[in-house]
């Protein structure tokens, strides 16, 4: 995915280029409306992690408050996932992309909202069968992607910076 469409994608999902992280949020929200619903405790999560990423104002916030009430669509959250994969294969530098770490924090991020909501007693915590498959899917997809664009980045061994 070149930079335009990147640019174009975040456009399509309500988000301009200086909340471009807010893409992030998509893949949380499905997992929270999984069973039909957001539950109070997976709004809460996903709210936090807004304002950790300082995503409370702006496009970002009007779009949170929407897919709060009104479930993001498949193709939505198919465009969020094709935008985090296409910035996990950037090389990194001082624009947009994700690295490793960012896709792993997606991933627990998921899992978090998937366990708010599901929690005997502050004791045991479960997950809903819908958010576990959905849970299953976005594993496979952001670990590919991390796969697929860290493993061409060369070695010392292949050279150095240079030879690049």
Same mark, same amino acid.
């Given at each position: 995915? $070149?930079? !335009?469409?990147?640019? =174009?994608?975040?456009?399509?999902?309500?988000?301009?280029?200086?909340?471009?992280?807010?893409? =992030?949020?998509?893949?949380? #929200? =499905?997992?929270?409306?999984?069973?039909?619903?957001?539950?109070?405790?997976?709004?809460?999560?996903?709210?936090?992690? /807004?304002?950790?990423?300082? %995503?409370?104002?702006?496009?970002?916030?009007?779009?949170?408050?929407?897919?709060? !009430?009104?479930?993001? $669509?498949?193709?939505?959250?198919?465009?969020? %996932?094709?935008?985090?994969?296409? #910035?996990?294969?950037?090389?990194?530098?001082?624009?947009?992309?994700?690295?490793?770490?960012?896709?792993?924090?997606?991933?627990?991020?998921?899992?978090?909202?998937?366990?708010? /909501?599901?929690?005997?007693?502050? %004791?045991?915590? !479960?997950?809903?069968?819908? +958010?576990?498959?959905?849970?299953? $899917?976005?594993?496979?997809?952001?670990?590919? =992607?991390?796969?697929?664009?860290?493993?061409?980045?060369? !070695?010392?061994?292949?050279?150095?910076? +240079?030879?690049?």
């Amino acid at each position: 995915m $070149t930079d !335009t469409e990147i640019l =174009a994608n975040l456009e399509l999902l309500g988000f301009g280029v200086e909340q471009w992280r807010a893409v =992030a949020l998509l893949p949380l #929200l =499905a997992v929270a409306w999984a069973d039909g619903r957001v539950q109070p405790a997976e709004r809460a999560r996903i709210l936090e992690v /807004a304002h950790q990423e300082r %995503l409370l104002s702006g496009p970002a916030a009007q779009q949170l408050t929407r897919w709060f !009430t009104h479930r993001p $669509t498949d193709g939505e959250l198919e465009v969020a %996932l094709q935008v985090i994969e296409a #910035l996990a294969a950037r090389q990194p530098g001082p624009s947009i992309d994700m690295n490793e770490a960012d896709l792993r924090q997606i991933e627990e991020r998921c899992e978090a909202v998937a366990k708010a /909501a599901g929690g005997i007693l502050g %004791l045991a915590f !479960t997950i809903d069968s819908e +958010e576990a498959v959905l849970l299953d $899917t976005f594993r496979r997809r952001l670990r590919r =992607a991390a796969a697929t664009a860290f493993s061409d980045l060369p !070695t010392p061994e292949q050279g150095r910076f +240079e030879d690049l």
